[in-house]
């Protein structure tokens, strides 16, 4: 019958069959010791052990229970979720301080701060001798001594230099406990042994409240107030924690007092700093300025627009379009507003953000706009394409029809995209670098979804194909006139925004994963798109507006000779332009008269 012997492996009956013990085995007393690991909240601890029979069943034990624990909910209860403790271990020799000087080295370089020492006094000795030289002990460090270390030992230790024990504390082991099945059990068939009356009256006085597997607690005892205290001279004992059938209670009416002279634990490891490449306050008010800065310019256009409506240039080019294209541009360049949501570092935010008004926004803007430049080159196209000199008839309907479409498909596609569950674009903050601790070195927030092409990706192609399309009608109409200022100003906007897509689109492919360079890109895409678009189309009118001579007025709205856009009659202008180009034929004809009568003579 053993009081000191705790390795699991004597339960091992077929080898040990008359051995019993008055102390719990290994794999109670480290049951409880993790419990209490978990209730502080640690989940990285170390295990210095002297590599015998005794500590190494404590190790093992120890390992085991940790893998084995579970999470708990926020009662404290524990969940079906497993929530392991990592346990860095460390064996040593007994009485052998190279070998405890190695173990210590073991610690040092696996950044362990908490952690059990299980020696005996020696050791233990040995242990914060070096742990001390390593400045290891005190503030951030916790060491919990095991049961094979004697509290005399430690209070001691502390005499000889608080330093060594202050903060720190030992796990001991008690055996039996009133409640425990295992116990009361015992207990009462002790007691039925009442037919040798003085064996036991002799047992009990030796076996109270002990039995061999009826125990699982353990104290952590620690100096007065919690803790050994540098300049403390009272260093009588205190149970801090009761971990019983591993189950951790609070039993000290004092809280106990760690390293750094509070009552919060040391964390068990630093947690390294995260770099979340968050686009960052400063980038993002560039994004914001240039947003507006587009906003200022257009509605400086369309004041511009509405004030000189009636001028010919403006009248020629219908300013109902060309307020649609500043709609357009306008709408699109505010998606940059949502390029620049993150959840700011905060994996809690990412509700917050509808990733879906970024596409949204772009889409739309880039429909109102193009449609309405695609309505013009396919006016132009018409106009210039009549090579019968018929009256041609557009009505502002016609020109609608190209927009209107778009729209709706744009739409739909939209309204799909928005309502899909696997394909709508959700903010999601994933880990890129781990460390071999698990802990998350570097991540990366940004729009995603599980299959986002599926709609849009045909948004893309839709967009593409009209570009595509409306570069070509371009091409078609590549012999009218520079007379005819507004058709090469439309044609260039279109190559634009063919070429800014084109381009665009492989580089923002390139830097996907990377949020800052990722909104640098999509900013400056979307903002000079919608800026060119806006100069290109505008700044040729109004400087003609103000500073054009009545012919160079006349030749780039010549795009009423033989059309009327809106209109069933034949205006003056068209009816001027039909004569014009009667009078150029009539001399047409003369000159080849001439010239055939000069070579008869």
């Known amino acids: 019958m053993s009081y000191w012997s705790s390795s699991d492996a004597l339960d091992d009956k077929a080898v040990y069959s008359y051995f019993g013990r008055t102390i719990p085995a290994d794999s109670a007393t480290t049951k409880a010791a993790a419990e209490l690991m978990s209730n502080l909240g640690y ?17 093992d034990a120890f390992v085991a229970a940790c893998s084995a624990m579970k999470c708990k ?40 701060k908490i952690g059990f020492i299980v020696t005996f006094d020696d050791d233990m000795n040995f242990f914060m001798d070096e742990a001390k030289k390593e400045d290891m002990v005190g503030e951030e460090y916790f060491w919990i001594f095991g049961d094979g270390v004697m509290t005399a030992a430690v ?3 502390g005499d000889t230099d608080p330093l060594r024990a202050h903060g720190h504390g030992r796990l001991s082991a008690i055996a ?22 003085d064996f036991v009256a002799y047992a009990e006085s030796l076996f109270h409240d002990y039995t061999a597997d009826a125990g699982s607690q353990a104290n952590l005892d620690a100096g007065a107030g919690g803790g050994w205290h540098p300049e403390g001279t009272d260093l009588k004992r205190m149970a ?46 560039v994004g914001t300025l240039l947003v507006f800065g587009n906003y200022a310019i257009a509605a400086i256009f369309a004041f511009l627009t509405m004030k000189y409506q009636t ?17 357009g541009c306008c709408v699109s360049t505010t998606a940059i507003l949502f390029f620049g949501q993150d959840d ?39 106009i210039f394409g009549n090579r019968r000199l018929q ?7 016609d020109m609608m029809k190209p927009i209107v479409a778009l729209l709706v498909v744009d739409a739909l596609l939209l309204i799909l995209w928005s309502s899909s569950e696997t394909a709508a674009l959700k903010w999601t903050r994933t880990p890129k670098t781990v460390d071999a601790m698990g802990n998350t070195l570097e991540s990366v927030g940004m729009c995603t979804a599980e299959n986002p092409w599926v709609f849009g990706g045909l948004i893309l192609a839709l967009h593409f194909a009209v570009l595509v399309y409306g570069n070509y009608m371009c091409y078609k109409s590549r012999n009218v006139g520079t007379s005819f200022l507004e058709s090469k100003y439309v044609f260039m906007a279109m190559v634009s925004n063919l070429q800014i897509m084109a381009l665009g689109l492989p580089m923002l492919i390139m830097v996907y994963d990377n949020p800052v360079s990722n909104y640098f890109m999509r900013t400056g895409i979307v903002f000079m798109n919608d800026f060119g678009v806006m100069m290109l189309i505008f700044v040729p009118k109004f400087q003609l507006v103000f500073y054009g001579s009545p012919e160079d007025i006349s030749g780039s709205t010549a795009t009423s000779n033989n059309t009327s856009t809106g209109s069933d009659d034949v205006s003056k202008g068209e009816a001027d332009g039909q004569e014009v180009l009667e009078l150029r034929q009539e001399n047409q004809e003369l000159r080849e008269k001439l010239e055939a009568a000069g070579a008869a003579q």
């Open 43 to 59: 989940n990285y601890v170390g295990v210095a052990y002297v590599d015998d029979p005794y500590g190494a069943s404590w190790k």
């Open 73 to 112: 909910d926020e009662a404290g209860n524990p969940t079906e979720e497993s929530c392991p403790i990592q346990v860095i271990t460390s064996g040593l020799v007994g009485g052998n301080q190279e070998s405890v000087e190695q173990s210590v080295a073991i610690f040092k370089e696996a950044d362990v």
């Open 155 to 157: 209070e001691a230790s």
């Open 176 to 197: 039996g406990l009133a409640g425990n099945p295992h116990y009361d059990a015992f207990v009462a068939a002790w007691t039925d042994m009442d037919a040798d009356t």
């Open 240 to 285: 801090k924690w009761t971990a019983a059938n591993g189950f951790v209670n609070d039993v000290a009416e004092e809280p106990f007092v760690y390293g750094d002279g509070t009552t919060t634990p040391p964390v068990d490891r630093a947690v390294p700093f995260e770099e979340k490449n968050l686009v960052g306050a400063g980038l993002t008010t």
């Open 311 to 327: 001028h010919k240039v403006i009248r020629a080019s219908q300013p109902m379009f060309l307020m649609l294209i500043l709609v």
């Open 344 to 382: 700011g570092g905060d994996y809690a935010n990412d509700g917050d953000i509808n990733c879906m008004l970024q596409p949204i926004f772009y889409s739309l803007g880039f429909t109102f706009s193009f449609a309405a430049l695609f309505a013009k080159i396919t006016r132009i196209s018409k």
């Open 391 to 397: 009256k041609i008839t557009i009505t502002w309907v």
